[in-house]
């Protein structure tokens, strides 16, 4: 177990068993993961940002580790923010970026991507249906970027596709109240 700190930002919207699983599998592999819910400025949300939030801080108390915890401080549309506000509240401590292999090619658009690269260690999850291709690590590391590629099972599981076509066996159980309190994402129980 390594001493850096986890950064897992996600859209949240909502948060499904591939985001817990995800949550649970950094926890084995960092004494500290903080996660908190975003604006992703390439995507529409269904529900705005405080619920998303209320959301994620279930699924954390779910989890119930020490090592976990909701940072919404540190949210931002642009990683670069996130990632300048993390240095600050945790300064001298090595940061790792936590993204899915599905952003992977998007890294390098980002804004000032080779700034962002630099303030931490870049750690690529593969997901289900997303293969992490070998171009898009060596362009990352042309960019500057220390790759490290998490060997995680994350089961095939993605916000969008709940959004599209609801299916509530893909929803952590201790986010059902908060979404029948709110009518969220056309859900219902199981």
């Not at 699983?21 to 908190?36: C, H, K, S």
Request: net charge neutral; aromatic share 6%; glycine share 6%.
């Amino acid at each position: 177990m390594t001493a850096a700190i986890a950064l897992f930002g996600t859209s949240a919207d909502p948060p499904t068993l591939g985001h817990r699983a995800l949550l649970e599998g950094l926890l084995g592999r960092f004494e500290r993961v903080a996660t908190w819910a975003s604006d992703n400025p390439l995507k529409r949300h269904a529900a705005p940002l405080e619920l998303r939030t209320t959301l994620l801080r279930a699924m954390v108390a779910a989890i119930d580790d020490p090592g976990l915890s909701v940072e919404q401080g540190l949210s931002s549309p642009w990683a670069i923010d996130t990632l300048r506000r993390a240095t600050d509240r945790w300064p001298g401590q090595e940061l790792v970026f936590v993204v899915g292999s599905d952003l992977a090619a998007q890294i390098p658009r980002w804004r000032q991507a080779d700034q962002v690269l630099a303030l931490c260690r870049l750690a690529l999850v593969p997901r289900q249906g997303w293969p992490l291709a070998a171009a898009d690590q060596a362009r990352l590391q042309a960019l500057g970027a220390r790759v490290e590629v998490l060997p995680l099972q994350i089961p095939a599981s993605a916000s969008s596709e709940i959004r599209a076509h609801p299916d509530a066996a893909q929803v952590p159980p201790e986010l059902w109240p908060v979404l029948l309190q709110h009518n969220l994402y056309g859900l219902t129980p199981p």
